[in-house]
């Protein structure tokens, strides 16, 4: 290893670890009472559901059906991928280390990750080490926008699947760009697995795959030599499937059941080119370019930049196309949500373009006593510091790295505590409301990790279907509306929904204090309230059943009835079966999306259970032949050449080549980026 | 680099361009309706009062013309009838002091009349513009009949500027006065610095900035312009003495109104005043790296530069406009690589690439001042780049040559003319016509 590379790396780590105190890695595992960990958006949410993953696991059951939000959903309307990441994390950590603190050192860890895949990406290219720390520090210090993947999407937003998917659909793209110009199969392993995790964290990523893993198969596929690399994508298209088939084949059985609120969209396409410059800033984008141009002309030389200019090229189009030429061709696709993959690829062609520049002028001015690298390293230093250093540079919103939202506040130590009381306030079988927030984020679906039952809110962040009943447009929106919030403290709404208790914040108080079906306990930044002659979630005829328990996969009631209709205030869903005193029976969707069974006079044993059907056996034996084969492809030895190896095996120069002046800044960059000779 | 075209061909292709131009503006401005354009209500005010009242306006002491408060839609926060502040009282006088002749001799006809005529009027700037792209394109390259056509055609035809140029409004003078700044800093390049250069480079700024506050950037230019002369050739006085020479004839030409306004409003260009009387349109909250980086800013500023006619009531296709932004990336493309290409350069030619460096400094200038002035007030807009468009179309259409055989250059130059031709008659036909005059 050069001294260069050394001190490369080094700078990498340096600002891995600067970016990480920033964002309070480091900082103590508590304050004021509570876990400290993000809290902006959508982080409470996919902490819970980590929270709810662990528990699940540690019953002994994989997570199918989630109860705790607003009536439940099933997991593959929201996929846990993500949150098995979490759980790993907390189950390596033998669950010494609190959850919330796993989730602050993984959305950090992600944060990262794009440092270490720009580092892989640049060294299968043979690029120096200055291409991924600029293609880093680019992606450190540019926030983007909410929707693009950047810091602001996972750190401030909080949407980590979605990031980690596109982190995932990206390294796929590379590592089959590497299989097909090496013939590796371990590679095309690891783009099979990578495809695969990013299904599992957001499906959406099916689109990334198939433009950029297609578009890298497209540009290394050649007449005389088109049969391995196609056997190769096939393979990894195969594998990928079945380890995603689990999920693949639900939402295939089950997607129009599945309504998406698209609350994004592009304007048009001249939004499209702001977000596309926002997202990586002018100069990224300017040089995202240069380096697409730069890894064009450089094609048999730099397998992975012509994969990804490639691959930025079909994935615009592409984003084009389902944005204004097939806006529903896709029904559940926010198109602004594709921008993530796009960034990440836009970013590592902005760090090739700067070296690609570097490497011109220096060999256009001819400045001897200056490398592209040190070129390079201004480059960094300068955008670091205008958009990590003194605030009057570049304002809040628009810097790296900018401070959130974090749950170790006085508030969210409020809201622990009055969770606790409400879990006890409220009878069992019920469930509890939590309405408004002292602030803009979404605190209370934190909730799950304080109690395990059924939680309803007046802002539930996403939802699955339009049937849910209360003050709101379900088409528009997942949220009631404040201005109407008196509709959700009315018995009617509470009883519908089996509400035993409320917590409300400051807003909603004076509504909840003048309604007659709520009994205040106590006031202030979260109040708490119990509902008058609650309803329980399950109810035979006009009783509420005596005995109840709600599980994730499970509710089981008994009581007695006189002869009607058991109504369960969960969701439906097909999976769901029922069995009355030990005999099924048929199971009836309300108008509000909840379950209806008939049950006879008398004594009533009612078991519902969330059933794993035959082909979700059959979808799990496939997903096991998937790691099979996976595992087994990965193990293979590679018969063929290093895959960093380009399939030419460098080319040779001739004289007249040289010669020739274009020829000789391509020379120039091809020479100031090998700073060692290519292997044999 | 000549192409076979001879000078006579070239003349005659100016010449129809120029009647092109000519009849396309009178047709431009008769078909949008009275004050439609940017500020036109208020810079019709402007030159009311200089007409009438022999004095400049200020922003403390005169309001938007109440006779014309049914045309209120087209200014800004015009929202109290009788008290609203003429808020174009902070250009300088000279579009003012050349259109108020012309207003007294019409003075007696109807304000919508008198704005058509007002219109009419500025018609020669546009015209002065276009004649200083021909020369510039011929002056850099004198050998080169893809610039010496594609250059004037392309300022010609670019919709928004050509626009500016038949409304009532200091835009188009300003840019034709700044393309003569622009044109005496190559000949200075060229022919090397002396100290009537100087005071004439000095002239032409001063007589710029007395058109449009936007022509300071050439303050900037001018030292370099004679620096790079004076490195070429041997000057007749000290560079040091030639550039104040020239900041001098600025201030012999400037000072007054700069005066002026800052016993008026504080300081010299009447932000403050603007911002006073302004106050929703100011902002705290930006910095100028942020929208010196920020994609929306430039989105909009090259939204701007082609659509939103008629107080940015008229929005042409956002895929038209994405199609010339590629288009223009492509050219920019072209320069870079051109930049980079290893190419030999005779002595005798590397004036060129100094003038041509002159230009594409005036270019970041002009978009860097606009970003400054975004910093603080909202409506900052693309027209204040506007200014720059020769030495633009200069830099695109040379950064387009690289991508074309010499061979290929009579086709693409006509190609490139038919486009611009094509780019105007489908935002007029499709778009402002049919807005204005819905069937």
Redesign the interface.
């Known amino acids: 290893m050069t001294r260069g590379r050394r001190i490369g790396i080094a700078a990498m780590w340096a600002l891995a670890a600067f970016a990480a105190w920033r964002m309070q890695l480091f900082a103590p595992w508590r304050a004021f009472g509570t876990f400290d960990t993000f809290g902006s958006f959508d982080h409470p949410f996919h902490l819970a559901r980590a929270e709810t993953l662990v528990r699940s696991l540690l019953h002994g059951r994989s997570l199918r059906w989630i109860a705790n939000h607003q009536g439940g959903y099933p997991a593959e309307f929201y996929p846990f991928g993500w949150a098995w990441v979490e759980a790993a994390l907390w189950f390596a950590g033998l669950g010494r280390v609190p959850l919330p603190i796993v989730h602050r050192a993984a959305t950090v860890g992600l944060f990262l990750l794009p440092g270490a895949m720009f580092a892989w990406m640049a060294a299968r290219d043979r690029w120096p080490i200055t291409v991924p720390l600029s293609a880093f520090a680019l992606h450190v210090a540019v926030p983007g926008e909410m929707w693009s993947g950047g810091y602001s999407e996972l750190v401030y937003v909080g949407l980590a699947p979605s990031v980690a998917a596109a982190i995932a659909a990206v390294a796929s793209m590379t590592a089959a760009s590497a299989a097909f110009a090496s013939g590796s199969r371990r590679a095309c392993a690891v783009s099979a697995a990578a495809a695969a995790a990013a299904i599992w964290c957001n499906p959406r990523a099916v689109v990334a795959l198939v433009v950029c893993v297609g578009a890298a198969w497209v540009v290394s596929v050649r007449p005389a030599d088109w049969r391995r690399p196609t056997i190769q994508l096939l393979t990894i298209a195969g594998i990928a499937s079945l380890l995603a088939v689990p999920e693949l084949l639900s939402l295939a059985r089950f997607g129009r059941l599945y309504y998406f609120i698209r609350y994004t969209g592009y304007?048009?396409?001249?939004?499209y080119?702001?977000?596309?410059?926002?997202?990586v800033?002018?100069?990224g984008?300017v040089l995202a370019?240069?380096g697409a141009?730069a890894a064009f002309r450089l094609r048999h030389e730099r397998t992975i930049s012509y994969a990804a200019a490639a691959a930025l090229v079909a994935y615009a189009a592409a984003t084009l196309l389902l944005s204004?030429g097939m806006p529903s061709a896709i029904e559940q696709l926010e198109t602004t949500r594709l921008m993530p993959v796009q960034r990440l690829l836009m970013i590592y062609l902005a760090a090739v373009g700067l070296h690609a520049?570097a490497a011109?002028?220096i060999?256009?001015w001819q400045v001897r006593r200056l490398g592209p690298p040190a070129v390079e390293a201004v480059a960094v230093a300068a955008l670091l510091t205008?958009y990590v250093g003194p605030e009057?540079?570049?304002?809040f919103w628009?810097r790296g790295l900018f401070p959130v939202h974090r749950t170790g506040t006085p508030a969210f130590g409020f809201l622990h505590q009055v969770l606790k009381l409400a879990d006890e306030a409220a009878p069992t079988g019920t469930a509890i409301l939590i309405a408004g927030t002292p602030n803009d984020d979404r605190p209370q679906l934190w909730a799950p990790v304080d109690v395990d039952r059924p939680l309803f809110y007046d802002d539930w962040m996403w939802y699955w279907h339009t049937r849910h009943r209360g003050p709101y447009d379900p088409t528009r929106t997942s949220r009631y509306d404040l201005a109407r919030v008196a509709e959700i403290f009315d018995r009617e709404y509470l009883q519908r929904n089996g509400i035993g208790a409320v917590v409300a914040a400051p807003s909603v108080q004076l509504a909840a204090d003048a309604a007659p079906a709520l009994k205040r306990e106590f006031g202030g930044t979260y109040g708490l309230y119990v509902v008058r002659d609650p309803v329980r979630i399950v109810t035979l005829g006009s009783r509420s059943a005596s005995g109840q328990t709600i599980e994730n996969e499970r509710i089981v009631a008994d009581g007695t009835s006189d002869g009607d209709y058991a109504l369960i205030r969960r969701n439906w869903f097909p999976r769901w079966r029922v069995a009355v005193n030990g005999r099924p029976a048929s199971i009836i969707e309300t108008d509000d999306g909840y379950m209806r069974v008939p049950v006879p006079r008398g004594r009533v044993h009612l078991e519902l259970v969330y059933a794993l059907e035959p082909l979700d056996s059959l979808a799990r034996l496939l997903m096991a032949i998937g790691v099979v084969a996976a595992a087994g492809l990965g193990s293979v030895g590679d018969t063929r050449r290093d895959p960093a190896e380009p399939l030419d095996g460098g080319q040779q120069v001739t004289r007249r080549e040289e010669q020739s002046?274009?020829r000789?800044?391509q020379l120039a960059l091809r020479a100031s980026s090998m700073p060692e000779p290519p292997r044999t | 680099m000549s192409n076979g075209r001879s000078t006579g061909g070239l003349r005659a292709f100016l010449i129809v361009l120029l009647v092109a131009y000519v009849l396309k503006e009178i047709a431009v401005a008769l078909v949008s309706p009275p004050f439609t354009g940017h500020d036109e209500v208020a810079h019709f005010a402007g030159i009311r009062i200089v007409a009438k009242q022999h004095r400049m306006p200020t922003l403390w002491t005169d309001t938007l013309p109440p006779d014309l408060y049914a045309y209120r839609a087209f200014t800004i926060e015009w929202r109290d009838r009788d008290r609203s502040p003429l808020y174009t009282a902070v250009h300088p006088p000279l579009y003012y002091g050349v259109m108020a002749p012309v207003y007294r001799v019409f003075s007696r006809r109807t304000p919508e009349t008198l704005q058509y005529i007002l219109r009419a009027a500025s018609i020669p700037f546009g015209v002065v513009t276009v004649l200083v792209a021909y020369l510039l394109a011929r002056t850099l390259f004198p050998t080169d009949t893809f610039l010496a056509v594609t250059v004037p055609a392309v300022v010609a035809l670019q919709p928004q500027v050509s626009y500016e140029a038949a409304m009532v409004n200091n835009d188009a003078l300003a840019t034709a006065l700044y393309s003569l700044v622009l044109y005496a800093l190559v000949l200075t390049v060229r022919n090397g610095g002396t100290m009537r250069r100087a005071a004439t480079l000095g002239a032409l700024a001063g007589v710029a900035l007395l058109a449009k506050g936007t022509a300071i950037a050439a303050l900037v230019l001018i030292p370099v312009a004679l620096w790079a002369g004076t490195r070429r050739l041997r000057p007749s006085g000290s560079l040091v003495a030639q550039i104040a020479m020239s900041y001098g004839v600025v201030l012999l030409l400037v000072g007054p109104w700069w005066w002026f306004m800052a016993r008026t409003y504080g300081d010299p260009l009447g932000l403050h005043g603007m911002a006073a009387t302004q106050p929703d349109l100011t902002r705290t909250?930006?910095?100028f790296?942020?929208l010196?980086?920020?994609?929306?800013f430039?989105?909009?500023r090259?939204?701007e530069s082609w659509g939103q006619f008629g107080w940015r009531l008229i929005h042409v296709s956002?895929?038209l406009?994405?199609l010339l932004?590629l288009a223009a990336?492509g050219c920019v493309?072209g320069l870079?690589a051109a930049?980079?290409?290893?190419?030999a350069i005779a002595a005798a030619d590397r004036w060129r690439i100094a003038a041509v460096a002159v230009l594409a400094a005036a270019c970041a200038l002009s978009y860097c001042g606009m970003v400054q002035f975004g910093v603080g007030f909202v409506l900052t807009q693309a027209r204040y780049v506007f200014p720059v468009v020769d030495a633009l179309a200069l830099l695109l259409m040379l950064g387009l040559r690289t991508w074309i055989p010499l061979h290929r250059r009579a086709v693409a130059q006509a190609a490139v003319v038919l486009a611009a031709i094509a780019v105007n008659v489908e935002i007029y036909a499709g778009y402002v016509v049919p807005f204005w005059y819905p069937r």
Do not use: C, K
Request: hydrophobic letters at 50%; zero cysteines; glycine letters at 4%.
């Open positions: 304007d048009s396409s001249l939004d080119l702001a977000v596309s410059i926002e997202t800033s002018l100069p984008f370019g240069v141009a204004f520049l011109a002028a060999a256009r205008i009057r540079l570049m304002p628009s002046p274009d000789r800044a | 909250d930006a910095t790296l942020q010196l980086f920020s994609g929306r430039l989105v909009d090259w939204n956002p895929a406009v994405a932004a990336a493309a870079v930049t980079l290409r290893p190419t």
